[in-house]
T-cell receptor, first 113, second 110 residues
Framework: DAGVTQSPTHLIKTRGQHVTLRCSPISGHKSVSWYQQVLGQGPQFIFQYYEKEERGRGNFPDRFSARQFPNYSSELNVNALLLGDSALYLC????????????FGPGTRLTVT | RKEVEQDPGPFNVPEGATVAFNCTYSNSASQSFFWYRQDCRKEPKLLMSVYSSGNEDGRFTAQLNRASQYISLLIRDSKLSDSATYLCVVTDTGFQKLVFGTGTRLLVSP
């Protein structure tokens, strides 16, 4: 079975631009979470979606938004990019969110110049 | 104070050694606990869940002490392939997110 997939793999953007990252969860999983990992740190929680509804939001500015589609795939959008947004963006899928184990995709490495 | 604290290392050990990682968490209401492994520039991968009774998976043993808010991971007979960063993870009280430590880097040498 396919694991969590994310696209694109790498991305280079300029300050002030907008970016959309995509994630497809493991088949049968209905929850998707997004994390940001800056070099040298552990991943930081951004959003969790379950059954197309936002179930949790981390301490990130409103420039970050996300949504989940009927097929349970998800998009993370970041507006007005800042240099500090450069990071590995990870998507994690789980059966139903909450205490269920989460499985991570390979991530999208975003560089903002 | 960070929600999850780990010694960043690196821990340099020879093959065959036993190594232990420790982690403390600040939220006494945390309910679920995990160790993830992350290779350089790769995604975190679930190594094992951690239960109050302790659990073992081959060469890996995890322990949880709720009273001390302390989690440990013991790796016996270290292999070169064990070289990675080990992330201590707890869930928040609402179970909505994973809270990660900064990770402990392990380097196993021949």
């Amino acid at each position: 079975d396919a694991g969590v997939t994310q696209s694109p793999t790498h991305l280079i953007k300029t300050r002030g631009q907008h970016v959309t990252l995509r994630c497809s969860p493991i088949s049968g999983h209905k929850s998707v979470s997004w994390y940001q990992q800056v070099l040298g740190q552990g991943p930081q929680f951004i959003f969790q979606y379950y059954e197309k509804e936002e179930r949790g939001r981390g301490n990130f500015p409103d420039r970050f938004s996300a949504r989940q589609f009927p097929n349970y795939s998800s998009e993370l959008n970041v507006n007005a990019l800042l240099l500090g947004d450069s990071a590995l963006y990870l998507c994690a899928s789980s059966l139903a969110g909450g205490i269920y184990e989460q499985y991570f995709g390979p991530g999208t490495r975003l560089t903002v110049t | 104070r960070k929600e999850v604290e780990q010694d960043p290392g690196p821990f340099n050990v020879p093959e065959g050694a036993t190594v232990a990682f420790n982690c403390t968490y600040s939220n006494s209401a945390s309910q679920s606990f995990f160790w993830y492994r992350q290779d350089c520039r790769k995604e975190p991968k679930l190594l094992m869940s951690v239960y109050s009774s302790g659990n073992e998976d081959g060469r890996f043993t995890a322990q949880l002490n709720r009273a001390s808010q302390y989690i440990s991971l013991l790796i016996r007979d270290s292999k070169l392939s064990d070289s990675a960063t080990y992330l201590c993870v707890v869930t928040d009280t609402g179970f909505q997110k994973l809270v990660f430590g900064t990770g402990t880097r392990l380097l196993v040498s021949p």
